[in-house]
């Protein structure tokens, strides 16, 4: 964590259109896991944006999710700002040799021009998590904008996969701003993490799997990419963390809900 928060500064007002690489996902002031707080629901219901109807569900919490579903020595792994033509199916892989669940945030931009890797995540078991249309940084933005982003990037995914659950949304960097009423109102569950260990630093898979061994705390939740540059040695860590893990008796989860 203490390599990450130069880099998330220096992140954070990026727009997703000049990102190259780097720098994607990362929290403005990281210190440890977020504090979950209870923000108020608006009162105004789901609305629909140009003709598309908002999500049959009801309201949920708030309150930023930093913990797996079960208690004990699970983590929970989640991928961020895909899917990508070529590490989202290594990852794929990796997940289904060690029949592992994860939960795949996922931009809407990227769902455009990858549908079938949408629909081989949902086959493969996995969740689905909103992680805004265009990587926005939401900082400053109105909650009625952020709506109809999160309405429109559900449309999207659901247009890859029709009617799927996309149960957890994510802002991008960290900055929530009001994102998590909003989400929370729309049914979808803002999802947090405790562990960014800055895969998009490129460390090499060694330090990438030792910044993954010195962060892992028990019902943790770890935030990768399987995107927005060259995610080799993330496919790599993620194969070795969980052969790792699961003979030491660790099992992995997905996030509370
Ligand atoms: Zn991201």
């Not at 995914?157 to 996309?166: K, N, T, Y």
């Not at 990419?225 to 030491?248: C, N, S």
Request: hydrophobic share 40%.
């Amino acid at each position: 964590m203490r390599k990450i928060r130069t880099a998330e500064t220096r992140a954070v007002r990026r727009r997703w259109a000049t990102l190259t690489t780097a720098l994607v996902c990362a929290a403005t002031t990281w210190a440890g896991a977020p504090a979950a707080r209870a923000l108020p629901a608006p009162a105004a219901a789901p609305v629909s944006v140009a003709g598309i109807a908002a999500p049959a569900v009801g309201p949920v919490s708030p309150a930023l999710i930093t913990t797996t579903a079960h208690p004990g020595n699970r983590i929970a792994l989640t991928f961020d700002d895909g899917p990508s033509p070529q590490f989202t199916p290594q990852l794929l892989q990796v997940l289904k040799k060690h029949q592992v669940k994860a939960v795949f945030c996922v931009v809407g931009e990227q769902v455009e021009w990858q549908q079938a890797q949408v629909r081989a995540i949902v086959a493969d078991g996995h969740t689905l998590c909103n992680h805004t249309y265009g990587h926005r940084d939401l900082t400053s933005v109105s909650s009625t904008e952020i709506e109809a982003d999160i309405v429109r990037t559900n449309a999207q995914i659901r247009s890859a996969v029709p009617g799927v659950e996309i149960p957890y949304f994510r802002a991008p960097y960290g900055n929530w701003g009001q994102s998590p009423a909003v989400a929370a109102n729309l049914g979808l569950r803002p999802l947090s993490w405790t562990l960014m260990p800055g895969d998009w630093e490129l460390p090499g898979v060694d330090v990438l799997l030792q910044r993954l061994r010195d962060g892992i705390t028990p019902t943790g939740v770890i935030t990768l990419h399987d995107a927005g540059g060259d995610r080799q040695q993330t496919v790599d860590a993620v194969d070795r963390l969980i052969t790792e893990y699961t003979a030491k008796g660790w099992s992995f989860d997905l996030p509370a809900r």
